[in-house]
C-alpha cells in the first residue's frame, strides 16, 4: 500500500455487496489510509450485506436516498460528526433502471420508469454535489466522482434508458465541475469502466455476451471491479490535483477500437459455420 489517501476523510454511495465496485473502493480507500462512510437506500441495506463492509473497514452505514434532498443533507451532518470534520472525497456509484428491470424495449418505455432512471441515476448526482456546496462540506483540492459507460457516447444493444442516464451524468459532471472547480478548487469527473458483473451490471440483457466482445476487442482486456477501485483511488489522491471535467474511460482500450485480431477471428468463424450449415441442408 502506498498511503495514498492517508489523512482524507470520504463518503462513498452504493456498496451493496462484494460485486459492486464501490465495495471495491472502499475496501482500497481503507488500504490507503482513509476514513470514510458508507451509504446507500434503506431497501439496498437491507438487502446487501454493507454492515459487513462497515465493520471490515471501521466505519458505520448512514442510510440515504441519494434522489432525496433532505437525505443527502442528514447525510453530510452526520457524516462530518462522525468524521469530525469535512470530506476531502465522496464516490457515486448508482445506478437502476426500472425499464431494463422490467424488460421495457427503448421503443416502448414507461415514462414514470423513465424519469427514476434519470433520478437515481444522473440527478442525484447533481443533488448531492449541490447540497454538498451550499453546504461547504468538502475541503479544497476534494474529488468528486461517478461511475459511467461508454453507452452515454455510443449505442449499445439494450442499455436502454440507463445510456441517456449516463450521457446526462457526464454533462453534469462537466457543467458542476466548472463551477465547483472555479469557486471551491473541487474536482468532479466520470469513469467510463468496462461492461461489469455488479449485481445492477448482471441485470442488463446479453450482459455475458457484452463482455466477452469487450474482452475480445479491447487489447488489454477488460478492466476489473478490483483495477476500477485502483484507478478511482488516484483519482481520489493528491497526484490528480488537476484532473477534472473529464470522463475517463477505463476499459483495456476499448473505447478507441474499431475491430481487434481476436473479435475479427470470432466473427468469420461464425460465418464460416453459417456457410458450412446451409451447405450442409
Not at 176 to 188: D, S
Request: contains cysteine; glycine residues 6%; hydrophobic residues 40%.
Amino acid at each position: 500500500m502506498y498511503n495514498l489517501l492517508k489523512g482524507k476523510k470520504g463518503i462513498i454511495f452504493g456498496a451493496l455487496n462484494d460485486k459492486s465496485i464501490a465495495w471495491k473502493v472502499a475496501e482500497r480507500a481503507h488500504e490507503e489510509g482513509a476514513k470514510f462512510v458508507l451509504t446507500n437506500t434503506p431497501v439496498a441495506m437491507r438487502l446487501g450485506e454493507v454492515e459487513e463492509l462497515a465493520a471490515k473497514c471501521d466505519t458505520i452505514v448512514i442510510p440515504a436516498d441519494a434522489t432525496n434532498v433532505k437525505d443527502i443533507e442528514n447525510l453530510f451532518q452526520q457524516s462530518i460528526a462522525f468524521l469530525d470534520g469535512k470530506i476531502d472525497f465522496v464516490l457515486h456509484s448508482i445506478g437502476m433502471s426500472p425499464n431494463v428491470r422490467k424488460k421495457r424495449s427503448y421503443d416502448d418505455l414507461d415514462y414514470e420508469y423513465f424519469h427514476k432512471t434519470m433520478d437515481i441515476s444522473a440527478i442525484s448526482f447533481h443533488k448531492v454535489m449541490q447540497v454538498a456546496k451550499k453546504m461547504d462540506v468538502i475541503n479544497e483540492w476534494g474529488s468528486v466522482l461517478a461511475l459511467s459507460y461508454i453507452a452515454a457516447q455510443r449505442t449499445l444493444f439494450e442499455y436502454n434508458d440507463m445510456a441517456d442516464a449516463k450521457a446526462a451524468l457526464e454533462s453534469i459532471a462537466r457543467s458542476f465541475g466548472y463551477i465547483y472547480g472555479r469557486e471551491k478548487k473541487v474536482r468532479v469527473n466520470t469513469i467510463s469502466q468496462s461492461p461489469t458483473r455488479t449485481t445492477a451490471g448482471s441485470g442488463v440483457k446479453g450482459i455475458d455476451g457484452l463482455i466477452d466482445f469487450t474482452e475480445r476487442m479491447s487489447p488489454l482486456g477488460n478492466a476489473s471491479a478490483d483495477e476500477c477501485a485502483n484507478f478511482c483511488i488516484t483519482l481520489f489522491s493528491d497526484l490528480t490535483k488537476k484532473v477534472t471535467m473529464q470522463n475517463l474511460f477505463h476499459d483495456g482500450g476499448f473505447s478507441n477500437m474499431g475491430m481487434s485480431q481476436q473479435a475479427m477471428l470470432q466473427y468469420n468463424k461464425s460465418f464460416n459455420e453459417l456457410d458450412h450449415d446451409k451447405k450442409t441442408e
